[in-house]
């Protein structure tokens, strides 16, 4: 994988701001499959070209194909960008298994995966309500959360962004800014304050880190 700063990384993905976020299809395995490419390289425009090689070879849809490889790019190089701005903080130390899809850093003691989140609009209710209803939320977060690879029921971290003018997903790019609260987080964190969650067959701990702009 191309080793890029975290300043490089904001950058390539702001590339991707000038166009409409939307999702032309579910998320399906088979068009995992034809934009497994996004993981190659951090480049806005490279992933372009291959967008329009993969389009001919395939006789896929321009704009369907655009969508789920454009979105699939700019969430996954912001994950990898918010995993190191956790794994470069004192205290915190990287997954022995990069490839452990469970575990992505250890805090003080306790293994995470972490997932950055827009608020989400099915929740159906207003960020002040969730604020003061966390474990609520965390509820609702992991029974909705993606059926693909990401569906599990361990210990998670939530960065929630929020854009008071509705365009949450542009936070994702905010690396920087990101990076601050973060790091506020971590130096101030209390394992005591995790929310515990509590299912028939499993437990885990969780929490939410607040990204509000």
Do not use: C
Request: charged share 25%; aromatic share 16%; net charge neutral.
């Amino acid at each position: 994988m191309v080793n890029l700063s975290l300043y490089d990384i904001e950058q390539e993905l702001k590339k991707r701001h000038p166009y409409a976020y939307e999702w032309g299809r579910k998320q399906n395995d088979i068009w995992d499959g034809y934009t497994n490419f996004i993981y190659k390289t951090p480049f806005w425009d490279e992933v372009v070209e291959v967008m329009k090689i993969t389009i001919e070879a395939y006789n896929l849809d321009k704009k369907e194909l655009f969508q789920y490889a454009a979105n699939r790019w700019y969430n996954f190089w912001s994950a990898v960008a918010v995993e190191k701005i956790f794994t470069q903080i004192e205290g915190v130390t990287p997954a022995v298994n990069n490839k452990d899809r469970l575990v992505d850093f250890n805090l003080n003691g306790i293994n995470f995966d972490h997932k950055t989140s827009v608020f989400p609009k099915g929740f159906k209710q207003t960020i002040y309500y969730a604020q003061n209803h966390k474990e609520e939320l965390l509820y609702w977060l992991y029974k909705n959360q993606s059926q693909q690879q990401r569906k599990h029921l361990e210990n998670r971290l939530f960065l929630m962004v929020y854009a008071e003018n509705g365009e949450h997903w542009k936070l994702k790019a905010e690396i920087t800014w990101l990076q601050s609260i973060i790091q506020k987080y971590v130096s101030t964190f209390d394992a005591s304050l995790l929310t515990p969650l509590q299912w028939k067959e499993k437990s885990a701990l969780s929490d939410i880190i607040w990204a509000v702009k």
